[in-house]
């Protein structure tokens, strides 16, 4: 079967670092994606790691771990419109077909 | 501002109606693909094209009909639509091939569907 699991909810503070993990289970890899959805958006483009290891991009770095099925978004340095759904997503073997988990509602506090 | 452009915003349809949504990109992108979202749920894969022909059907019914008319445009046809259909429905296209390997998908910021 295919699977992608996330936390449901997660609250941070104003400037403070949160980590947001991914465990996934899928028929074939071909890299895996973080989207940010804000409420009544379209979901855009954080992170890509196809390889295992850290990929950093300003304030958000993406992880990956391909022999644990793992990935977790780091988000450093919170500000308020950070509040958003994070969507950990994998695209298969063959390349057009991405697996979206159910996402990560992030809410921000001052 | 989003470089896929979804219209209309929204729709509201009867279950005997017949409308079309429309998807257009002007990045250069080979695939273009339906996604359907409902509330606090993943969006779910429905179609992919690639070059203008369609590479993936996710088991739709076939009251959704897809239409990719050029490289640039993507329609979605639906007619006899049932209430448990209303959802955003998110289009977006990626590069078929990437030098970085990315490609990941733009997304238009959708067509909020209600079928009464």
């Known amino acids: 079967g295919q699977n992608i699991d996330q936390p449901t909810e997660m609250t941070a503070t104003e400037g403070a670092i949160v980590q947001i993990n991914c465990t996934y289970q899928?028929?074939?890899?071909?890299?895996l994606f973080w989207y940010q959805q804000h409420a009544g958006e379209a979901p855009t483009f954080l992170s890509y790691n196809v390889l295992d290891g850290l990929e950093e991009k300003g304030r958000f770095s993406s992880f990956l771990s391909r022999s644990k099925g793992y990935s977790y978004l780091l988000l450093k340095e919170l500000q308020m419109k950070d509040s958003a759904s994070y969507l950990c997503?994998?695209?298969?073997?063959?390349?057009?077909?991405?697996?979206f988990g159910a996402g990560t509602r992030l809410f921000v506090k001052a | 501002d989003t470089e896929v452009t979804q219209t209309p915003k929204h729709l509201v349809m009867g279950m005997t109606n017949k409308k079309s949504l429309k998807c257009e990109q002007h990045m250069g992108h080979r695939a273009m693909y339906w996604y359907k979202q409902k509330a606090k749920k993943p969006p779910e894969l429905m179609f992919v094209y690639s070059y203008e022909k369609l590479s993936i059907n996710e088991s739709v019914p076939s009251r959704f009909s897809p239409e990719c008319p050029n490289s640039s445009l993507l329609n979605l046809h639906l007619h006899a639509l049932q209430p448990e259909d209303s959802a955003l429905y998110l289009c977006?296209?990626?590069?078929?091939?990437?030098?970085?390997?990315?490609?990941?998908?733009?997304f238009g910021n959708g067509t909020r569907l209600t079928v009464t």
């Open positions: 899928t028929s074939g890899f071909n890299g």
């Open positions: 977006a296209s990626s590069q078929i091939w990437d030098p970085d390997g990315n490609s990941p998908l733009h």
């Open positions: 997503a994998v695209r298969q073997t063959g390349g057009f077909k991405t697996i």
